[in-house]
């Protein structure tokens, strides 16, 4: 009867590819065709200007509160470029730069953080679930869409996105433990940014790292530089090709920090000091791969200016486009809010809703309700 450490089957691992100098680990570097190499320069800096100018058109009063993704390109690009178009990519909401690489429109993000729920729907044929704000329910929809491709056999995976405080809610441990007990092909990527709101990692868990979870639940995991998009790339690579072969889900951690305060609606220097965001700043993954991709002679300065005139010119059209969409039917009328979500809308929401249309001086005929059920039982 002996008193001994338990074997266990697997170990975690940590991976860096490039230094936060932008050399390489020439061991480690993948082989990535040069064009390759200069499209995810492109997405990411894409992503950077999005969320550059979202920051102005939230100040300006033109879209609401909304989540910054400045530092979590590589993370959300660099997992992404491993899907097939037809795989599932179910985010939470700081993977900008998925979102734009997957399809979604620019314009429909506008929209979305204009403050219409039309922006959260996927553009027809982008297998994507739309933004998940309530924390870590997205990881349970990933679980069980990873089991219905077990069951259909269909070969896709799944790729479902938290941060690291989703790893303290129910759900996240609800998803991992139902994952690997149906080996269902999930990736989990956890955008490590080390603050839930205003708590640092240190206050919410107790132990070393968040991938060391993947040992309790049986299945593979690896940590990150999540501002290493090389690192990324290679590591979620390696848990797609795995899933998709059978092998069931993997928990990849990545290692980033929150650049942006929380949303455009939270001050951190209430909780963090300016000192620590700095010493980050110089870690930043965009000027990483900048560095890494000049000295391959792969990009160079006129390369960068003519993407960034590029962008400029996309990002101002889609601009219009959305500001001129909400100022049109459906979404320029207020009465849509009380459409869609009841079969029958109760009646306290009925009175509301005529008493709102009596203020905005439409007449009765216009106000008829048009949720599906309803129409649908009134022959529309
Ligand atoms: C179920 C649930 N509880 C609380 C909130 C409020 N809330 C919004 S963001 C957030 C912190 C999430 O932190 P983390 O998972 O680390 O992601 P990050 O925002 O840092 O990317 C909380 C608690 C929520 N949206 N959903």
């Not at 795989?87 to 429109?105: C, K, M, N, Q, S």
């Not at 979620?236 to 305060?261: D, F, H, I, Q, W």
């Not at 792969?298 to 500001?323: S, T």
Request: glycine share 6%; hydrophobic share 40%; with cysteine.
């Amino acid at each position: 009867m002996p008193r001994k450490p338990i074997e266990l089957p697997m170990q975690v691992e940590y991976m860096s590819i490039l230094d936060d100098t932008g050399e390489v680990d020439k061991e480690l570097e993948p082989k990535v065709e040069a064009a390759q190499l200069k499209d995810m320069f492109r997405w990411m800096l894409y992503a950077r200007r999005v969320d550059e100018r979202l920051l102005k058109l939230q100040r300006q009063g033109r879209i609401g509160t909304f989540p910054q993704a400045t530092g979590h390109e590589a993370i959300s690009l660099g997992s992404a470029i491993n899907l097939k178009p037809d795989d599932w990519h179910v985010p939470a909401y700081r993977e900008l730069a998925g979102f734009l690489y997957r399809g979604w429109t620019l314009e429909g993000i506008l929209i979305y953080w204009m403050g219409f729920e039309e922006g959260a729907r996927p553009p027809e044929g982008v297998n994507d679930t739309p933004i998940a704000v309530p924390i870590a329910s997205q990881l349970l929809h990933a679980a069980g869409m990873g089991m219905a491709a077990n069951i259909v056999g269909d070969k896709k995976v799944v790729m479902t996105y938290f941060g690291d405080g989703a790893t303290s809610e129910g759900d996240c441990h609800e998803a991992l433990n139902f994952a690997s007990v149906f080996q269902a092909p999930v990736i989990f990527v956890c955008l490590n940014n080390q603050y839930a709101i205003s708590v640092p990692l240190s206050k919410q868990m107790h132990c070393e790292t968040i991938v060391q979870r993947a040992v309790a639940y049986g299945m593979p995991g690896i940590k990150v530089d999540g501002n290493d998009i090389l690192a990324v790339y290679v590591a979620t690579k390696e848990a797609v090709e795995r899933a998709r072969s059978g092998g069931g889900p993997t928990l990849v951690e990545c290692l980033t920090y929150r650049y942006t305060p929380h949303t455009t609606a939270d001050d951190p220097s209430r909780y963090r000091s300016d000192e620590e965001t700095q010493r980050w700043v110089a870690k930043e993954p965009l000027i990483r791969f900048e560095k890494y991709l000049k000295n391959k002679n792969v990009l160079n300065d006129a390369d960068i200016k003519k993407m960034d005139e590029e962008i400029e010119v996309r990002i101002n059209e889609a601009i219009i486009a959305a500001e001129e969409a909400t100022k049109k039917p459906p979404l320029s009328d207020p009465l849509a809010m009380f459409d869609y979500l009841y079969a029958d809308l109760p009646q306290n929401l009925q009175e509301q809703r005529e008493e709102l249309a009596k203020a905005l001086g439409l007449n009765t005929s216009e106000t008829e309700p048009r949720n599906a059920a309803t129409s649908a039982r009134r022959g529309a």
